[in-house]
């Protein structure tokens, strides 16, 4: 073999080469590729012997020889295509590519090392032969496939190893080829859409990859061929004629969905893009004949009966309350302290949802509920898959919008049709997963059921994630009883595959470092069947967290089905000392060694929502000894893996946690203090994620710990460092709004006091029309731009200045009552409840959905709150308790107190004032624009905690004018649970401690009543929120008594 | 030659003619159970008359197998027949058809260089079959020193064999007791002789084997190419038999033999095969 090599070696380069030895050069490398093909051993030696330089020369001289005649990948294959002994020479040497990446992880280093996955790019680019084409396409894929195997090793620090495919020009050249039409035969083309699907699917891994695949035409590439299948197979009936649909096997779809939801996945935006893809509307805009929207035929009622046959099952759901009570059930108002729906962090969606096109998503994700009907095992699986990120992307996005009730109404039919028709679906497929039923014995068959085996849960968990309608459906479908026997079955021993006889020796190179990198191979990973359990595994424990998240009945079936010690056990990573060259010792890795890190994340998921169950905490969960393994994974390498395992200690330490004494002992103070300074206060681009759960974990050791570990923690963060991170970054917030010609204005994001939510990027137009104009700085460089500025829409925003919220008027209060005002003011003659948005622009929709996920400071700026909500209520649950008042004082003595109050009224304060509003019409007052609510809550939730002090620290807190000043417009916040701690705090102040207070408090009254707020409370008593109504009862009787 | 290939095809393209004809009657018939649990055997044989599968999709069906099976002789004249549109791709049939001409003639490291041609992935990535090749090529290697005249051949004679075996099959041996029992037999061939040895043994001397490879290697072939790899007629009649037996099984009234056409015994029967080819 080596002489093989020196022959082709001697050759020397392409060019030079007659026809006649160029063709034994191609004798001689396929008659290496005969010699390995099978034959793993061998490959490993070739690779010794320096095969891959050899590749690489004969691979890239291809590229200076054809520069002449060098053809856009692009444009269609030249009719007559002469086969020359060059393209033979190449397409031997890609074969031995394909061979060598087949030979599984080892191979892949040196084929990296080399350089192979760029040569080979080039290749592609340049070459139209479609023999050619697809083979390098097969290497690609084979380079791929082995490579992704690697990243899941948990003994190499390999994830640093990328493959290169991926970089702008590299997917340039696929999307050219999926537009070029083959004139090759159709065989070669469905396998070369097949491979390229693949190739994304895998290698997108990042989120910079997937935001250029985004950027470029792939996606939609990808979305016209689904749109295509579906009007070939009649599911729709289309009169268009903007799509011209290239025909695609059902193997090329599934593959091409697969690598939507890589694309798609871990992004609003994303997913948004996807199904606002302009063929995907004209699929379901183009459907009739009619000019009239008809798309209602898509609906539940109508069963997706755009042929004329219902094609969904029909459903009819009743139509649901028309008016605001999304707080909860109408029927007990109280209950609504308790139902709190509102989603963290998403807040600033709000001002522009309403432009989502609510008929479009219903029709998209009944036609992917179609799709997955239609289809049998792992397409089906994907395809719910997709159904499951893009129905996620719109909860995302449609939080809160409970005033419109048609709005309503459909996102429920939405759901009502997913937990009836998708999630059955999924359920079966775990359960075909679970029972290892078969579906065929040929080998696709084997290798669907083993796709089918390693996803179902984790497809069923994305489906039923942050939805209890959903949960609820799967464990009616049974998708307990089916996923805690995957579970448990991922740690049976399996029967390795024994190593390979050799009749040789392996040949022991002396020392493998002094071999240069192409020369030398890697490590092997971890066996496949075990690669193939920890799939299993991290899927089982996905659906277990995501089935946990909500409801308690399913926690108890799952403790049950007996797992506990299973999530126990998925606690463990690899021992440290663990490498997969030990294989070589006759050592080999099985299911229970350890688990991979995307096992570890998911087991850490399932903790934390299985420790949401106060019952479970103090029994099988405190039982199976759930702490120990979580705190050993805190110090994890890994920082994902120590975020998770932080989210999962903060329920962990909660009050009636039993769990807490063993943490605090083994030093998880320290550590959490630790991870919370970890990222200096500098880095506002910095990921706080860890703060934020460090911060909340310590939040919760601090409600009701005995005195001792509240000040030690205080001690060991700082009182300095807290304060910092409660003021945190405010002031670069305020450079942001002030930022000239209406960019982006970061502190506007937020609904404000005054009730207004205010739009994130042009704070004087309604939600629809925002656009993303020059000063954005995402605006370059990016595919929307493309389509250009919109000048209507601009004009549109100057005319809007006159529409400016007025403060004095308090009729304006509600978010629902300034939006219609909006929309009269836009439609005069139009009934509010016909109010319809505007034509929907998905481009204008798209751009915002994108500004408010991507633009940086939106994100610093959302981080930020996230910590400093956590801070507050760090500060807050350490003055709660029997010891209020001694912790207020030590607080004293550590922070001056005017330091404190000044902190505190810098919460309250407005943290801008919109410059916007002088330029509208009448008004010249200017607009407050108040922090988000969630801190406001948290500060006045401090202040009602040192009004419950001592008489001396309720004296301390009235003497701060500024404070009070600060405080009084927060009564009228539009957020129910801010009027309701106002008016706590309140009562708190106006208490009468003893009869020596008496005279205090009526002091306190006074002075309350000098600024305004005995009057607001008194407003308070008229409020539609039953609980603000009783608490400001409570108030105004204590004025009374006073 | 060529003449006489195409008879040989055409003889097969009748057979099959016969058999999907009678296989889509009762299959159609026995469709919708419910009506069938009334009916008499009688009604039955009505059914199965009145039951006209359209000339076109039994064309349709026979061109298909023609195609997977690798008959391109046949598929290009019998297109030409039925006015059929030709099968597309002529190339990639007539590389099955040298596939498996080499393995049935026994030379086995032909046919693993042509599949190494048409796509090295099948072998790479199917141990299985190439190790049944390889297997195929030690037994060929065997016959050649059994088959030298001479009643026992010296054991020097089989130095190559072993050498191959060495080489080419027990790497991979000990990874799956399948590969080792399948090695273990193939080199028990070397040890008895022909005549004293028992079925199993003999069995791997039989050219039937080849024949067995020779089909699971078309099967690989068309799978890689993302094809059917079984022609339709085989689903249909494996269909059949299924739905046969599910109406036995929830005792729907049908006769106690229904014939499949396809052996002799079945012509006896009185479905009158020739009259069906077109």
């Known amino acids: ?1042 | 030659m060529a003449l006489g290939a195409w008879y040989l095809d055409l003889h097969e393209c009748r057979h099959v003619a016969r058999s999907t004809d009678t296989h889509l009657k009762s299959s159609s018939t026995v469709s919708p159970p419910s009506s069938i649990m009334r009916s008499t055997h009688a009604s039955f044989t009505r059914k199965v008359e009145e039951m006209k599968p359209s000339k076109s999709d039994i064309n349709w069906v026979i061109m298909d197998y023609l195609v997977s099976e690798g008959y391109p002789g046949a598929a290009e004249k019998f297109a030409q027949e039925t006015n059929l549109p030709g099968p597309v791709d002529n190339e990639s049939i007539r590389e099955r058809v040298r596939v498996r001409n080499a393995i049935h003639g026994g030379r086995l490291d032909e046919a693993i260089e042509l599949i190494n041609e048409i796509d090295p992935e099948i072998l790479d990535n199917n141990h299985l079959l190439h190790f049944h090749l390889l297997q195929l090529q030690l037994i060929e290697i065997i016959r050649t020193v059994l088959a030298k005249p001479g009643s026992n051949p010296a054991a020097t004679d089989f130095l190559p064999a072993i050498k191959f075996a060495t080489e080419q099959l027990s790497p991979r041996a000990p990874t799956d007791p399948k590969y080792q029992q399948a090695l273990e037999r193939t080199m028990a061939l070397m040890i008895f002789p022909p005549e004293k040895m028992t079925p199993e043994f003999k069995e791997l001397l039989d050219e039937e084997l080849r024949r067995k490879v020779a089909v699971d290697v078309n099967k690989a072939i068309l799978e890689s190419r993302g094809e059917r790899s079984e022609a339709k007629i085989r689903q249909l009649i494996k269909a059949r038999a299924w739905a046969e037996q599910e109406a036995k099984a929830a005792k729907v009234d049908l006769p106690a033999y229904i014939p499949l056409g396809l052996d002799a015994a079945d012509e006896l029967g009185g479905v009158d095969g020739d009259a069906m080819v077109s």
């Open chain 1, 1 to 1042: 073999m080596a002489d093989t090599l020196g022959a082709i070696y001697h050759m020397g380069s392409m060019e030079a080469l007659p026809e006649v030895e160029l063709e034994a050069q191609a004798t001689a490398i396929r008659k290496l590729k005969n010699e390995i093909v099978g034959h793993d051993q061998r490959k490993e030696r070739l690779v010794c012997d320096g095969v891959v330089d050899m590749l690489v020369g004969v691979l890239s001289s291809h590229q200076r020889t054809t520069g002449s005649r060098k053809s856009e990948a692009n444009g269609p294959a030249p009719a007559t295509w002469s086969w020359t002994q060059k393209d033979e020479v190449r397409l031997q040497a890609t074969f031995i590519v394909c061979t060598l990446a087949n030979g599984g992880a080892a191979f892949i280093p040196p084929l990296l090392a080399a350089g192979v996955p760029q040569v080979l790019m080039d290749l592609l680019a340049q070459t139209t032969a479609p023999r050619l084409r697809t083979a390098t396409l097969q290497a690609l894929w084979n380079i791929v496939s082995a490579w992704s195997a690697l990243q899941e090793d948990p003994g190499e620090a390999v994830s640093a190893v990328r493959t290169d495919i991926l970089t702008k020009q590299g997917i340039e050249v696929l999307s050219g080829i999926l537009r070029s039409t083959l004139a090759d035969g159709a065989h070669n083309q469905q396998l070369q859409l097949r491979l390229i699907a693949d190739i994304v699917s895998v290698s997108a891994t990042t989120e910079a990859i997937k935001v250029l695949l985004c950027q470029s035409p792939i996606l939609d590439q990808f979305a016209d061929f689904l749109a295509a299948h579906s009007i070939a197979s009649e599911h729709v009936e289309y009169y268009g004629d903007t799509l011209r649909p290239p025909l695609s096997t059902p193997a090329t779809i599934t593959k091409m969905m697969s690598a939507i939801c890589t694309i798609i996945s871990g992004s609003t935006y994303r997913a948004h893009r996807f199904f606002l893809s302009p063929t995907i509307r004209d699929l379901f805009t183009q459907s009739w004949l009619a000019s009239s929207d008809q798309r209602h035929l898509f609906g539940a009622r109508h069963g997706f009966a755009s042929t004329g046959e219902p094609l969904l099952p029909l459903l009819h759901i009743p139509a649901y309350g028309t008016t605001t009570h999304h707080y909860g059930s109408r029927a007990f108002p109280a209950m609504a302290a308790l139902q709190n729906q509102e989603r963290r962090g998403h807040s600033v969606f709000e001002s522009i949802t309403q432009g989502g096109d609510v008929d479009h998503v219903n029709a998209v994700c009944r036609w992917l509920l179609l799709l997955a009907r239609s289809m049998q095992g792992h397409s089906r699986l994907v395809a719910l898959k997709l159904l499951a990120l893009v129905n996620n992307a719109v909860d995302a996005d449609s939080f809160d919008v409970g005033h419109r009730s048609e709005y309503m109404q459909k996102n429920r039919e939405r759901k009502k049709q997913i937990a009836l028709l998708g999630v059955p679906l999924a359920a079966k497929l775990v359960q075909v997963a679970s029972e290892g039923r078969s579906s065929g014995r040929d080998r696709s068959a084997e290798h669907d059921d083993m796709l089918v085996k390693e996803q179902a849960c984790d497809v069923l968990a994305l489906l039923v994630r942050d939805s209890d309608e959903l949960q609820v459906a799967a464990v009616d479908a049974g998708a307990i009883k089916h996923v805690c026997p995957i579970l448990k079955k991922s740690f049976d021993p399996v029967p390795l595959a024994k190593p390979m006889w050799s009749a040789r020796r392996i040949p022991g190179n002396a020392d493998p470092a002094s071999l240069p990198p192409t020369r030398r191979p890697g490590s092997q990973g971890l066996p496949l069947e075990t690669l193939h359990a920890m799939r299993c595994r991290q899927g089982a424990l996905q659906a277990l967290a995501a089935l946990a998240e909500k409801e308690d009945v399913h926690r108890k079936a799952i403790v049950e089905a007996g797992v506990v010690p299973c999530i126990f056990d998925s606690l463990k990573p690899f021992p440290p000392d663990y490498s997969t060259d030990d294989k070589r010792r006759g050592q080999v890795v099985g299911p229970k060694d350890g688990n991979t890190t995307a096992v570890l994340l998911a087991a850490c998921r399932a903790a934390k929502t299985m420790a949401r169950s106060v019952s479970l905490l103090r029994t099988s969960l405190i039982d199976a000894g759930i702490a120990k393994p979580i705190f050993q994974l805190l110090h994890h390498a890994d920082p994902e893996v120590q975020l998770a395992a932080t989210d999962a200690c903060i329920n962990l330490l909660l009050e009636f946690s039993p769990m807490r004494e063993d943490l605090i002992a083994e030093g998880v103070v320290k550590t959490l203090c630790s991870q919370a300074k970890r990222c200096g206060p500098g880095s506002a681009n910095g990921d706080l994620r860890l703060r934020v759960s460090s911060l909340w974990a310590l939040k919760h050791l601090m409600s009701a710990s005995p005195r001792e570990i509240k000040i030690k923690t205080l001690e060991e963060l700082g009182s300095g460092w807290l304060i910092g991170v409660v003021r945190g970054e405010q002031q670069h917030a305020r450079e942001y709004v002030s930022a000239p010609g209406g960019g982006v204005s970061v502190g506007l994001s937020a609904p404000n006091a005054a009730g207004e939510r205010v739009d994130l990027l042009n704070p004087q137009s309604s939600g629809m029309d925002v656009d993303v104009d020059e000063a954005d700085p995402l605006a370059e460089d990016d595919d929307e731009q493309e389509y250009g500025n919109d000048d209507a829409c601009a004009n549109d925003e100057e005319g809007d200045g006159e529409v400016m919220f007025d403060i004095s008027s308090s009729t304006h209060y509600q978010a629902s009552q300034l939006r219609s005002t909006l929309n009269n003011h836009h439609h005069p003659p139009t009934s509010p409840t016909a109010t319809q948005v505007p034509a929907f622009n998905s481009r204008r929709y798209l751009s915002s959905v994108r500004a408010i996920e991507q633009t940086p400071a939106v994100r610093a700026q959302q981080a930020e709150v996230a910590v400093q909500e956590q801070a507050l209520d760090f500060i807050r649950n350490l003055l709660n308790g029997e010891d209020c008042a001694s912790m207020f004082d030590h607080l004293l003595q550590l922070i001056a107190g005017a330091r404190i109050f000044e902190v505190l009224t810098e919460k309250l304060v407005p943290v801008a004032i919109d410059p916007a509003t002088g330029s509208g019409g009448a008004t010249t007052s200017t607009r407050p624009i108040y922090g988000p609510s969630a801190l406001i809550i948290s500060t006045v939730n401090i202040l009602t905690h040192i009004a419950n002090a001592l008489p001396r620290h309720k004296q301390l807190l009235i003497a701060q004018k500024p404070l009070l000043k600060a405080w009084l417009p927060h009564f009228n916040h539009p957020d129910r649970k801010v009027r309701v701690a106002c008016v706590w705090a309140v009562n708190s102040l106006t208490w009468i401690d003893d009869e020596s207070d008496r005279r205090d408090a009526r002091q306190r009254a006074q002075e309350l009543r000098a600024c305004g707020i005995e009057g607001a409370v008194r407003r308070l008593l008229g409020d539609e929120d039953l609980d603000v109504r009783e608490r400001a009862r409570t108030g105004v009787r204590q004025f009374e008594q006073l």
